[in-house]
Nanobody, 116 residues
Framework: QVQLVESGGGLVQPGGSLSLSCVAS????????MRWYRQAPGKEREFVAR????????EYADSMKGRFTISRDNAKNTVYLQMISLKPEDTAVYYC?????????WGQGTQVIVSS
């Protein structure tokens, strides 16, 4: 079955950096686009970034451009989210996601807290 397992979250000070990983299994990872979303307390889940199957196209939400970088290693079935210049408003649970056969699959999420 499809599994997405995120890791790398934690507590970081404002201005700091963090790198998230998402390991995928149960499908042919290299042929599907991958996405990162996040959900802050009391808010709806929002799009963060997307990367196409071979990484040729990357898209970001406006508030993350220049600070977040999505990448993937198809040999490791892993998608990454590198985050720099973190702000308190980046505090959220971060999820990776993919769409297979019209079904949206999600990981369990990893918590990122940006606080001094």
């Amino acid at each position: 079955q499809v599994q997405l397992v995120e890791s790398g979250g934690g507590l970081v000070q404002p201005g700091g950096s963090l790198s998230l990983s998402c390991v995928a299994s149960g499908f042919t990872f290299s042929t599907y686009a991958m996405r990162w979303y996040r959900q802050a307390p009391g808010k709806e889940r929002e799009f963060v970034a997307r990367i196409t199957s071979v990484g040729g196209i990357r898209e970001y939400a406006d508030s993350m451009k220049g600070r977040f970088t999505i990448s993937r290693d198809n040999a490791k079935n892993t998608v990454y989210l590198q985050m720099i210049s973190l702000k308190p408003e980046d505090t959220a649970v971060y999820y990776c996601s993919t769409v297979l056969g019209g079904i949206n699959y999600w990981g369990q999420g990893t918590q990122v807290i940006v606080s001094s």
